[in-house]
């Protein structure tokens, strides 16, 4: 059984940093494409980074030079550190799993998720 777990989030002021922790159980990790997305209250929710089974990673621009998406394969971790945070960054944030090794940008198309973790970043 799939399971992720984020955690993490928190309150920081803008240009502050948070590093976001998703672990995952119950598949072989590094396998498969991973995401972070994130949803804003009365926004859609928003692919924010991925990484794929061969370590490739891809960010919204919004994000670029900013957020950096990893892994860890012997923790069974995925992590996103986040600098410079902005409050437009501020959003409820989701791990995911994509059910392949390449990765979709579309959310939709992502069919394990965590319960997410809330970032706020005041001005």
């Known amino acids: 059984q799939v399971r992720l777990v984020e955690s993490g989030g928190g309150s920081v002021q803008a240009g502050g940093s948070l590093r976001l922790s998703c672990a995952a159980s119950g598949y072989t990790f590094g396998t498969y494409c991973m995401g972070w997305f994130r949803q804003a209250p009365g926004k859609e929710r928003e692919r924010v980074a991925t990484?794929?089974?061969?370590?490739?990673?891809s960010y919204i621009d919004s994000v670029k030079g900013r957020f950096t998406i990893s892994k860890d394969g012997a923790k069974n971790r995925l992590y996103l550190q986040m600098n410079s945070l902005k409050p437009a960054d501020t959003a409820t944030y989701y791990c995911a799993r994509y059910p392949w090794s390449y990765c979709s940008r579309d959310y939709r198309d992502f069919r394990y998720w965590g319960q997410g973790t809330q970032v706020t970043v005041s001005s």
């Open positions: 990484i794929d089974g061969r370590d490739s990673t």
